[in-house]
Nanobody, 120 residues
Framework: QVQLVESGGGLVQAGGSLRLSCAPS??????LAWFRQAPGKDREILAR????????YHADSVKGRFTISRDNANQMLYLQMNNLEPEDSAVYYC???????????????WGQGTQVTVSS
């Protein structure tokens, strides 16, 4: 079992930056990921990183703007988001899983979500 708590969401103007944090606790060794879900849309993966921090994956929609990183020593996961656009407005979720896939169904554990709103 692993518990996940996100923080760092909020309201920002277009072109601004935010850094989301996720504090996993419990069992270790999981692949961690960031997803988001906007109203009326499916939950989409943004980035994924393995337990060792190697082979980070970023979705094309955020590549070059968002960066995932993890600090295992301090049990933290981050998502640095730069050059935010109104289309990035959504609830952002931290997730943990074993298989390391790209689908939401492949991640067994989820945080409560944090709202990100980007104004134009």
């Amino acid at each position: 079992q692993v518990q996940l708590v996100e923080s760092g969401g909020g309201l920002v103007q277009a072109g601004g930056s935010l850094r989301l944090s996720c504090a996993p606790s419990g069992r270790t060794g999981y692949t961690l990921a960031w997803f988001r879900q906007a109203p009326g849309k499916d939950r989409e993966i943004l980035a994924r990183i393995s337990w060792t921090g190697t082979r980070p994956y970023h979705a094309d929609s955020v590549k070059g703007r968002f960066t995932i990183s993890r600090d295992n020593a301090n049990q933290m996961l981050y998502l640095q988001m730069n050059n935010l656009e109104p289309e990035d407005s959504a609830v952002y979720y931290c997730a943990a899983g074993i298989s390391g896939g790209l689908l939401a169904t492949e991640f067994a554990y989820w945080g409560q979500g944090t709202q990100v709103t980007v104004s134009s």
